[in-house]
């Protein structure tokens, strides 16, 4: 295996040992699907998380990526999560619409390409997937946190 596979298995395995530590017990891998991936991560309803260990920084290019594989998940909560090296995994970069959090916005954007994402640390995404009704006591695959 490429040391990049290796890097990239590396950062997905962390990200997944973060989120069950954080409460989110059925999260796993996700095994790749090609065209119709899904994100990297599975296992919370509704939520598809890609997640970069790369040092390439082509964040533009992930986003989009993210966007794509949310609508292949079909998942109404979605954001990428960056590998940045020398801090702790509660600290990695996550990136997200910003629409997603501001109901008001979610149709202030003509295209993808201009509506601003902001970045959190990856702690605080956890708990926005807690709050919005995402988790461990989520209803079931079904509905979503909206419903």
């Known amino acids: 295996m ?24 059925e999260v796993e891998r996700r095994a790749l699907r ?23 920084n082509k964040v533009n290019a992930w ?20 590998r940045k090296d020398y801090k702790p995994v509660r600290e990695w970069e996550v990136h997200m619409p910003i629409s997603l959090l501001c109901d008001d916005l979610s149709h202030s954007f003509n295209r993808l390409e201009e509506e601003p994402w902001i970045r959190m640390e990856l702690a605080l ?8 009704g995402y988790g461990p006591w989520a209803p079931s695959s079904s509905t979503t946190a909206s419903s």
């Open 2 to 25: 490429s040391k990049s596979k290796v890097r990239g298995t590396d950062t997905e395995t962390k990200v997944v040992r973060f989120l069950r530590e954080f409460g989110f017990h």
């Open 34 to 56: 090609g065209e119709l991936d899904a994100g990297d991560i599975a296992g919370i309803s509704g939520v598809c998380i890609e997640v970069k260990g790369d040092r390439s």
């Open 63 to 82: 986003r989009a990526e993210t966007v794509k594989e949310a609508a292949n998940a079909k998942a109404d909560f979605y954001f990428l999560v960056v």
């Open 125 to 132: 995404a956890a708990e926005m997937i807690l709050d919005r």
